[in-house]
């Protein structure tokens, strides 16, 4: 039991007499009477409870209860008549509010319901004061109603101090008794437990990062330079697809060791390269039999907002996966490697998932888990295209995969990449205008091929190619990647200005053997 609330009785001033304190509870005991003339009178003795405070006679505070407790309210009081000798207009003292018990001991019982026909609690005070004191009439409804209000406060303030007390107290217990009690909330399931709903990040990940590769490659030169790229399992039989710019540096005399996402390590061999596509093929040695290879999606069917997730090894941190979307379809993008100073042309999908240097050569999948890309190039800012930029600023470029499997495919069967082309040069400086075909071309040969496409469809130097198919030209670059989107065979319609006339022709598109 707290002690905080128990407090030593004030003796009374004789010349001041008052309504004697009223014990917290019945039975009343019965008034003293008054002492004769001249008799000293005996000391009183008052009965005091261990958790009410006694106010000093006739103060006018009201009792605080005790702090400590956030689960107790306040009991309202309300000023009772007070009855004073020689002055029976002025108010009477206030009756102290007994003490509310704090929250960590053990609540009193509930005070009884006030009883009309008994005049209500506490009782009234005695006709005649025990300090002898003349009579003073004392109104007894006043007190009646002022009783019955505090015993109804008191009996709510002290069930609900009770009940609060009791919860604190046990959970004051309980900590007490088990030290290794906490009051933390875990799940009850741990991550490993739950499945991810298919089509989710984490499952589509799951899923695709067994097929992903961390790739090394060295030189074969004395110091043994080389990069760090990504690729995917293309087949069964052990081929992987990557960027031709990954691979480059070990492609004349150099080493290839490929890593899976469980940590085993085989060596590998190129198989063929495409600079101006920028893809590249390689073998594992020794391909173990469980490979699974990646599902290949549909590119031309991509639209811009379409979810994408990129998985690569961005500054050597193998296995990053990273998510975005489609930002945007057909962005004519040259990029290099910085070393060749020969550039790649690609009609790339662009996306905002995060592609740093280490990406190159990674898969970008769609919602499905499906290839849709190559991510091959990023920009960053105030710089153009290229792999060996500071870092991703949103603007990452994948090379189509429909455009990557045709080349895959030409790679693994001959080793050499084809490509389509019109048979004319074109200026690649000039933007926004379209691409000029140039007035010759180089090492001073035509321009134009003779008996080639372009020639057959009667394009001439000095016409300006502004739309091939249905794609706008604003560049010799845009040409170059809408051309190298199709085949050797296919047949396009070419839109061209001569003299500030529009005029169209047809391409059939020749083809071209090895990077020049």
Do not use: C
């Amino acid at each position: 039991m707290s002690t905080e609330n128990e407090g030593t009785a004030v003796p009374a001033d004789r010349s001041a007499p008052s309504v004697p304190p009223t014990p917290p509870a019945p039975p009343v005991a019965p008034p003293t009477p008054a002492a004769p003339a001249g008799t000293p009178e005996p000391p009183r003795t008052e009965p005091q409870a261990e958790s009410q405070p006694q106010a000093p006679a006739g103060s006018e505070s009201e009792p605080q209860a005790p702090t400590g407790s956030e689960h107790e309210p306040q009991a309202p009081t309300e000023t009772l008549p007070q009855v004073q000798a020689q002055a029976p207009a002025a108010p009477p003292a206030p009756e102290p509010a007994p003490a509310y018990t704090p929250a960590y001991a053990h609540a009193p019982a509930p005070a009884p319901a006030p009883d009309a026909a008994a005049g209500g609690w506490p009782p009234a005070p005695p006709v005649t004061p025990s300090w002898g004191a003349p009579a003073q009439p004392v109104p007894e409804a006043p007190r009646r109603r002022a009783g019955g209000l505090v015993a109804a406060v008191l009996v709510a303030a002290l069930v609900a101090g009770g009940v609060g007390g009791g919860i604190g107290y046990w959970a004051a217990s309980q900590r007490d008794d088990d030290p290794t009690a906490s009051t933390t909330v875990s799940s009850g399931d741990s991550p490993a437990s739950f499945k991810r709903d298919p089509g989710t990040v984490a499952a589509v990940a799951a899923k695709a990062l067994p097929s992903v590769v961390t790739i090394q490659a060295k030189s074969g030169g004395t110091d043994g330079e080389g990069g760090t790229g990504t690729g995917f399992v293309y087949d069964k039989e052990g081929h992987i697809v990557t960027n031709n710019h990954v691979v480059a540096s070990a492609a004349e005399g150099g080493t290839l060791s490929v890593t899976f996402s469980n940590g085993k390590t085989y060596d590998a061999e190129v198989v063929g390269r495409a600079e101006g596509y920028d893809v590249a093929v390689i073998k594992l040695k020794n391909a173990p039999s469980n490979l699974t290879p990646l599902a290949l999606g549909d590119s031309d069917r991509v639209a811009v907002g379409d979810s994408t997730i990129a998985i690569g090894a961005p500054f050597g941190l193998s296995n990053t996966v990273t998510t975005g979307i489609i930002s945007a379809k057909n962005r004519p993008v040259a990029s290099g490697d910085g070393a060749s100073g020969k550039n790649s042309y690609m009609s790339a999908l662009q996306t905002d998932a995060s592609i740093n240097p280490g990406n190159s050569g990674g898969p970008l999948l769609d919602a499905s888990g499906a290839v849709i890309g190559i991510n091959s190039a990023i920009q960053s800012a105030g710089s153009g295209y290229g792999q060996s930029q500071a870092g991703s600023i949103g603007l990452g470029f994948a090379i189509p995969v429909n455009q990557a499997k045709n080349v895959a495919e030409q790679l693994i069967k001959t080793g050499k990449p084809v490509y389509p082309v019109i048979g004319a040069t074109v200026n690649m400086q000039d933007k926004g205008e379209g691409a000029t075909i140039a007035p010759q071309g180089s090492g001073g040969t035509p321009s134009v091929t003779p008996n080639g496409p372009a020639a057959k469809a009667g394009l001439k130097a000095g016409d300006v190619i502004t739309a091939f198919g249905d794609h706008p030209i604003d560049s010799g670059p845009a040409l170059i990647s809408e051309i190298w989107t199709h085949k050797p065979g296919d047949t396009v319609k070419i839109t061209y200005e001569r003299g500030g006339k529009t005029a169209t022709a047809t391409v059939t598109l020749g083809e071209r053997t090895g990077d020049s």
